[in-house]
């Protein structure tokens, strides 16, 4: 009876280290805050910090626990953003800003989570690196469209154009949603560090809990072997999904956090591009695939070199780039891994946990 | 119908530099597993040592073209050395994709520290006395016929070298099985690295194209078409030289006329769709082979 | 009423009939090898059995329900479960969670249930740790099972824990596909007296491929030879294995 309680207890321990860890980092922030040592600049980056981090979540989900690799979660974070400003920019001052946030937050979730289940459902049955370009595909297929579609309102209803707001809502009572590139303005800005880090928390409990329960074992069970899996009765498509949409849940949380931050809210390729799904992947494989706690570090990390090389100058991004490929050999070169093995070297960050499930038996 | 022929033509050449860049991309793949993200960037990396050469430093066309080959394929060597082959055997073909990534924010920021981010505009390569040409009722632009003509000349020369002669077949032989190709007395390091090398000489020649195409040169230039043309070796089963070819010239294709019939901003969108629907309908794409799991 | 009745099986790859004309009976309760010289299609008749190739031709059934052509999942449902020739266990997890898995489809609480943590998840889990406890202890597995990753387990041990992973679906029938294959004398030894306790303590009936003579000829009270996709001969141990035929073609000129 001990072992078993000694199970729970375990992991939940392990658990606990990661959630104290968000809360350490918020309260030492608040202090450095309190004492003025904080740069605006950094003050500017906290929200974004915790959007990063909540995306970490969210792919190492997919990436570190399914073994499925998606290159595309900022699509999912873009029709949260969407989503969510819309109904906020709706509702505008007839609720409670807190209430009005939390709903729009829900609705992104939802939102990006029924994206999710729809691509995941024609999608997971490709693997590999056929999966990989297919998220790519829709993630740019959800940046172009919103980037290009021109929504309104008026007494008549809701209207939709690709190729302009002239005319589409009757003058007088209508009202342009998204304005085409120009995108959604006046959003309220209701994020805070603090919503932040209670979102990331949030995240960290779905993830984990599902990860040590029926369901993720299933969902592991898959990544470490799938014809396995499937000989011990499990539902290979029900536990991909579940894991596909729940991470899209996740990555609508971050998006519905991003948009309510920036005053205008666009689809541009610099914030809802490849570019950043791959950032995204980045951070959980630099903080050890499957390893959540791992991939937040990561992620605090990678947003915060550029930030502190900016006596560098126009080297930072240079520099940066030298440094993620240097931390790649370090970290996933056999030689140095297993120097590093030898010397007790290298925390959490470099510690390979899972690995994702491509390799060939 | 002129002008969709036009457009058709148009997209062919587009697709055709599409072409030359997924054949790259695929044989990269098909030996070293691993997604080049950085691929495109060794394409704008190329235009930049063309347009320099050319137009700031006088140096006549064809030695300029053929010193922008001769960077890139040194360029791709280095890459391949420094940063891919100590990751060779890491386990996890996502670390040699993140690694892929760092370099190409490398190439992309220094592209801008040495270059700047402003816009250079590259003087096409065609001579200006058949920039555009009359034939029938069409009017056709030069660099269109010679894209189209270099990417058929270049696929044939791979396909000789594939097929004819003996590190061609090593090529071959490690695209199908490393460990057995070893065992035979290959060496797997110097494929691989002769492989970089002709991908990115292969870049090059397509950056040079695709500036004499559409004149913007920038340090992000090649990551779009990079991505795009990835997917068109994708989209043609990856690992596969005609299906590369294809893929490259059908993205062009349906890129060109989205953008004329449909619209300018959701062309790309309905390129990424045309590719989901393939890969559903077929999952390997066009050439790709099936490999049935062994229980 | 047998327990797995096959009639007339049958598979194609190509021009290639790799499985033909497959019979095959076994009454519950039955320990049953399936032998025959390599490439016989003995790991065939199994993928046929477990759902991971349709056949072209034949009827299977289990214990009365026709199963043929059903999917691996349904057909473990229904109450096959199977071990690998070439190990396949969930290499990342602890010893105790292949198990875990293995009971996945006994024990049933919401995803909201787990990611809430309601009373459900805690109730439902110390049951799923003591049942899989129970299991691990008849394989003597269960010392550090929550800690060790089965990756990290000795060779023998990966093969009973495949086992281990298969009886906790909760089989009819255990499909034991080269249980033996790589292990030395001593594990072998343990391995059979581990077969010898399942069919004691639990009643299973199994079927097994083996290329170990003397496990086969010890264990097993029926046989079925294969060769060439085709059934050579089948009866009692004894009477197979004194066959002149299968001598010639399976023991060969050694």
């Known amino acids: 009876m001990k072992e078993r309680a000694a199970l729970i207890d375990r992991t939940s ?126 993630g740019e297929i959800i940046k172009n469209i919103i980037n290009a579609v021109y929504i309104g309102i008026d007494g008549r209803g809701l209207h939709a154009s690709l190729t302009s707001a002239n005319k589409l809502v009757d003058a007088g009572t209508g009202v342009i949603l998204i304005n085409g590139p120009q995108g959604i303005t006046g959003t309220p800005r209701d994020s805070s560090f603090l919503i932040g880090i209670l979102l990331l928390l949030v995240s960290l409990v779905i993830a984990l809990n599902l990860t040590h329960s029926r369901d993720g074992r299933a969902i592991m069970s898959i990544r470490d072997n799938h014809i396995a899996a499937e000989s011990v009765g499990i539902n290979i498509t029900k536990y991909k999904l579940t894991a596909f949409t729940l991470s899209a849940v996740i990555a609508g949380f971050a998006g519905a956090l991003y948009a309510h931050n920036l005053a205008t809210l666009t689809a541009t390729s610099a914030r809802f591009g490849y570019n950043m799904s791959i950032m995204f992947l980045v951070f959980v494989v630099l903080g050890g695939i499957g390893n959540f706690r791992g991939g937040i570090i990561a992620a605090v990390l990678l947003t915060l070199i550029p930030e502190l090389l900016r006596f560098l100058s126009n080297y930072r991004m240079l520099i940066y780039a030298i440094i993620l490929i240097v931390m790649m050999l370090i970290s996933w070169n056999p030689a140095s891994r297993a120097f590093m093995e030898k010397h007790r070297l290298g925390g959490h960050l470099f510690k390979k946990k899972n690995t994702a499930g491509k390799e060939g038996e | ?125 065609i001579p200006a006395s058949i920039q555009t040409m009359q034939i029938g009722p069409f009017q056709i632009k030069g660099i269109a016929v010679v894209s189209i003509l270099t990417s058929l000349i270049l696929v044939g020369i791979l396909q000789t070298f594939i097929g004819r002669t003996r590190p061609g077949q090593a090529m071959l032989a490690c695209s199908q099985d490393r460990a057995a190709a070893s065992l035979m007395g290959i060496s797997v390091n110097n494929t691989i690295t002769l492989t970089f090398a002709i991908g990115s000489a292969m870049a090059a020649i397509a950056g040079v194209l695709m500036c004499s195409y559409s004149p913007a040169l920038t340090p992000t230039t090649g990551a779009m078409p990079g991505i795009k043309a990835f997917t068109a070796a994708v989209f043609g089963g990856i690992g596969s030289i005609p299906g590369a070819m294809v893929g490259g010239l059908v993205l062009g294709i349906i890129e060109q006329l989205s953008k004329y019939y449909i619209s300018q901003q959701v062309s790309d969108a309905i390129v990424f769709g045309v590719l989901i629907i393939i890969l559903l309908v077929k999952p390997t794409g066009l050439f790709g082979k099936v490999i049935q799991e062994k229980v | ?186 594990e072998t030894q343990e391995l059979m007296d581990t077969i010898s306790l399942i069919r004691k303590d639990f009643g299973m009936t199994i079927l097994l491929i083996e290329h170990d003579m003397k496990l086969v000829s010890g264990i097993c009270e029926k046989l079925t030879v294969l060769n060439f996709g085709r059934i050579l001969t089948q009866g009692i141990t004894k009477d197979v294995l004194a066959d002149p035929e299968v001598i010639k073609a399976y023991l060969g000129d050694d």
């Open chain 1, 13 to 138: 321990r392990n658990d606990f280290v990661t959630y104290g860890m968000v809360i350490a980092a918020f309260v030492i922030v608040q202090i450095l805050s309190s004492m003025g040592v904080l740069t605006n600049q950094l003050q500017g980056l906290l929200v974004p910090l915790c959007v990063y981090a909540i995306m970490a979540v969210s792919l190492n989900l997919v990436v570190g626990i399914l073994g499925e690799l998606s290159i595309g979660h900022a699509g999912f974070m873009c029709v949260g953003a969407f989503v969510s400003a819309l109904f906020s920019n709706q509702v505008g001052g007839g609720m409670p800003s807190l209430l009005r946030f939390i709903i729009a937050i829900l609705l992104g979730g939802i939102f990006a989570g029924i994206f999710g289940f729809l691509i995941g459902v024609p999608v997971l049955r490709l693997n590999g690196d056929y999966l990989a370009i297919v998220t790519l595909a829709f």
């Open chain 2, 1 to 125: 119908m002129v002008t969709f022929i036009e457009n058709l033509i148009n997209g062919l050449s587009m697709g055709s530099i599409y072409a030359i860049i997924a054949i790259g991309y695929t044989m990269v793949y098909g030996i070293a597993k691993m997604l080049n993200f950085a691929h495109g960037d060794i394409i704008m990396v190329g235009s930049y040592a063309a347009f320099i050469m050319i137009s700031t430093l006088g140096v006549p066309v064809p030695l300029g073209i053929l010193g922008s080959v001769i960077i890139c394929l040194c360029l791709g060597i280095m890459i391949e050395k420094i940063a891919y082959k100590p990751l060779r055997n890491a386990g996890s073909p996502l670390a040699v994709l993140i690694t892929a990534i760092g370099v190409s924010y490398f190439l992309q920021n220094g592209a801008m520290l040495v270059f700047g981010s402003n816009t250079k505009s590259f003087t096409s390569v």
């Open chain 3, 1 to 186: 009423m047998a327990l797995l009745e096959v009639n007339h099986l049958a598979i194609q790859f190509g021009g290639l009939r790799a499985v033909d004309d497959f019979d095959l009976t076994i009454e519950k309760g039955e320990l049953y090898g399936l032998i025959g010289p390599n490439g016989a299609g003995k790991t065939t008749v199994f993928n046929l059995l477990t759902g991971e190739y349709k056949p072209n031709e034949g009827i299977i059934k289990l214990d009365g329900e026709n199963i043929t052509g059903k999917s691996p999942i349904e057909i473990n449902k229904a109450g096959i479960a199977r071990t690998f020739q070439n190990i396949r266990l969930f290499k990342q997890l602890t010893v105790l969670d292949n198990v875990k898995v293995g009971l996945h489809n006994h024990y049933r609480y919401s995803t909201a249930a787990s990611i809430l943590r309601l009373p459900s998840y805690y109730r439902v889990e110390k049951e799923m740790n003591e049942k899989a406890y129970e299991l691990l202890k008849v394989f003597h597995l269960d010392r550090d099972a929550d800690t060790t990753l089965a990756s990290n387990l000795p060779y023998g041990a990966q093969r009973k824990l495949e086992i281990a992973r298969a009886m906790a679906t909760g089989p009819k029938l255990l499909l034991l596909d080269e249980p033996a294959a790589g292990m030395n004398p001593n």
